[in-house]
């Protein structure tokens, strides 16, 4: 089925990943802007485009399910309506720390017999020779750290008992998610055509698989990673698939540090340094993404676009929020839905002002 209004007008809903706190930050948006524009809901697009965790946002509005229902049980832990637990994502992939162990052993078998058979030729230090040969152990590391069965299998047995179609062809609005060819490097959209086969849960995992984090997900005698490395937003896919105008919610923009106050395990911080590692890790993909994100949407900017673009995100100051671990804090998880609706209303009330052509094209009310 696809979604017009009365004169016609096609609407993409584009929803890129941001882990846990991301889709958080899209439900409050998507919250806002159903009672922020009259006419406007979550089955009111005609495409859905998801990429990492804004595919599963993706895939219960398109499979029917109402955004304030997601909504409210986010606000409440006592909900049962979404029951994901920390231990349906951190799975560890113990089939790759055995392959790690085996081929780590070969690795140094290998380089022992190596190093007793080499002569140091040109006088080269001897500890430059043994460098040289545990190099071989990078290629036992393993593929990533945790695997997305569980959460797969979570993710069935939730549109199962929600009455979400667990099958691209069943959708009752056009879904696709997009992962990225581990092998190839291309971005596979699941849903489209050769690729309707795959269940929706499985399509949803295999775009989650952030790499480090995740081992690529497979399907068939394919591997797939996260559907975000390449195109963010899919502006493209929502242009050729027709639409006039399309909505990205994205959560992923750098973290400003310009208000101070970077919360840690150890106390308050002022840089994102002081978080450590993995968030230093996560900034450099919030930097990467937003300028690509940046990079799509300047193409349908210009007066001879057909396509319009509206990108509902958080300010880089405000994402200090997204800092706080929403899963073991109820408070963080409140302050993020809340904060998410509130800046999106205020920031659809300016938008309604500056496109009043649209707006009347497409019958819509800002409320």
Known sequence: MTALDDRGFKLALCLPGGGFTGALYQVG???????????????????????????????????GTAVDRIYKALLDPADPFFPLE?????????????????????????????????????????????????????????????????????????????????????MPRNLLIAASDLDTGDRVLFGASGFEDVPVSLACSASMALPLFFSPVRIGDRHYLDGGLGHVGHLDIADSRGADLAIVVNPLVPVSTEKGGVPTGHGVGESVRDKGMLWTYNQALRIGAHARLQQET???????????????????????????????????????LEYAYRTTRERIAEWSAENHETLERLGWLAT
């Open 298 to 336: 300047a193409r349908y900017s210009g007066p001879n676009s057909r396509m319009r673009v509206l990108v509902l995100e958080p300010r880089p100051t405000d994402a200090l929020l997204f800092m706080h671990n929403p899963a073991a804090n109820i408070a963080a998880r409140r302050a993020i």
């Open 29 to 63: 948006a998507l919250a806002a802007l159903s009672d922020g524009i009259r006419g406007v809901g979550g089955q009111t697009f005609s495409v859905y485009l998801g990429a990492g965790t804004g595919a599963t946002v993706a895939s219960a509005l398109a499979g």
């Open 86 to 170: 920390r231990s349906h994502i951190l799975q560890i992939d113990l089939h790759e720390w055995r392959r790690t162990l085996d081929t780590g052993w070969v690795a140094i078998r290998h380089g022992l017999a190596r190093l007793s058979t080499r002569q140091v030729v040109g006088g080269a230090a001897p500890h430059l020779t043994i460098l040289e040969q545990m190099d071989r152990l990078n290629d036992s590391l393993p593929a990533g750290l945790f695997r997305l069965d569980k959460y797969e299998r979570f993710l069935a047995e939730f549109f199962l008992r929600r009455g979400i179609p667990n099958t691209f062809r069943a």
